[in-house]
């Protein structure tokens, strides 16, 4: 009877954990680049500028003719919105393609959690039918656990019914918007795009041809964005270039860059500068992660190294502490999803 309760109660546990992993992201890079032909309709194929860098590509896609009106309130179902914002990224609209991006990228999270909870609670009833005899105590247990999907599941319907009746996007499209949005400069896209974000893990097959391209792309757009001074691409990189791996995942940007000691050096250092890591409780993952990264870099590091790691922290912004740039931050280097209204951002060639 013993074994019985502890195989229900193990159960319960592992199907809680299931719903996060599902949303997971990681993975390899693979062949091919997208043809404009391939391009679904309304959705602008961005293609990389040859022979020239994709910061630079980013200043010419900014060019584009830009709405001036302001993004639509992110309470607006997407259905009522969502061929305005088609139109404004087909023109060149960098804040209207991170929105679709996000808007379709938290639907599909929110219906792939809703689908992990569904299946979860079902394998639970089968679990408890397949007992021949329940006692009180995994009867309990049970409910508790029904009664933890339903709060879950009543959490997710908000989101889902702001997508209701909006066909969604395919991977290819909606990794192309992040990136659109991404090569004009547009930093809550940047950081997303670079850091692999925009990649999922039940999605990879579909998106092989987009991740070759993020492969040449991800480290100059990490870049520029780290050298605004955003710290969630400055972390990022850091860890990338170190070479980090914590033995569960690697990072798409970790395997899209060579590791380089000045480069991590250098990036460790204009973080440890910035006031958003400064503010981070000291015994915060990433603030311990920064100060010891710090301290075994310098102390593997050459005099020229240091040199060229200091000359290269010198010439990273210091931006005042955000709010939300301790929030966007995860230990491991990953980055946290972009919400819809972190798109009303101006592309950063907009804003010098």
Not at 139 to 164: H, K
Not at 279 to 305: C, F, G, I, S
Not at 318 to 340: H, K, Y
């Amino acid at each position: 009877m013993r074994h019985r309760t502890l195989v229900i109660a193990a159960a319960a546990v592992l199907f809680a954990g299931g719903v996060g992993y599902l949303a997971g992201r990681g993975g390899h890079a693979a062949p091919e680049t997208p043809s404009p032909t391939t391009a679904s309709a309304g959705v602008p194929f961005v293609a990389p500028v040859e022979g020239m860098p994709p910061g630079r590509a980013a200043g010419r896609q900014a060019a584009a003719p830009q709405a001036d009106a302001p993004l639509p309130d992110p309470e607006t179902p997407l259905l009522q919105i969502h061929d305005t914002l088609v139109r404004r990224a087909a023109t060149g609209d960098a804040r209207a393609a991170c929105r679709l991006a996000a808007e379709h990228e938290r639907c599909e999270s929110s219906r792939q959690q809703l689908r992990a909870v569904d299946a979860q609670k079902a394998q639970m009833t089968r679990s408890l039918e397949r007992q021949s005899t329940v006692t009180e105590l995994m009867q309990q247990r049970a409910t508790q656990a029904r009664n933890r999907l339903r709060g879950r599941r009543d959490s997710l319907a908000p989101v889902l019914a702001n997508c209701e009746a909006v066909p969604p996007l395919s991977p290819t499209e909606r990794t192309r918007y992040w990136r659109q949005a991404a090569l004009a400069g547009h930093l809550p896209a940047m950081r997303h795009y670079a850091s692999g974000s925009a990649f999922r893990l039940h999605e990879l097959m579909d998106t092989l041809p987009a991740l070759q391209v993020y492969r040449r792309e991800a480290e100059p757009i990490a870049l520029r964005a780290a050298s605004h001074g955003d710290v969630a691409s400055m972390y990022a990189l850091a860890l990338a270039y170190a070479s980090f791996d914590d033995g569960r995942r690697r990072s798409f940007l970790a395997q899209s860059v060579t590791p380089d000691l000045p480069r991590a050096l250098g990036w460790f250092t204009a973080l440890a500068q910035q006031p958003a890591i400064a503010a981070l409780p000291d015994r915060h993952p990433v603030a311990l992660n920064v100060a010891r990264h710090l301290a075994e870099l310098q102390a593997a590091a050459t005099p020229d190294e240091v040199a060229q790691a200091n000359r290269l922290a010198a010439t990273v912004q210091v931006r005042a502490t955000e709010p939300r740039d301790a929030l966007m931050l995860v230990d491991n280097g990953s980055v946290r999803d972009v919400r819809p209204d972190a798109c009303d951002a101006e592309p950063l060639a907009a804003t010098r």
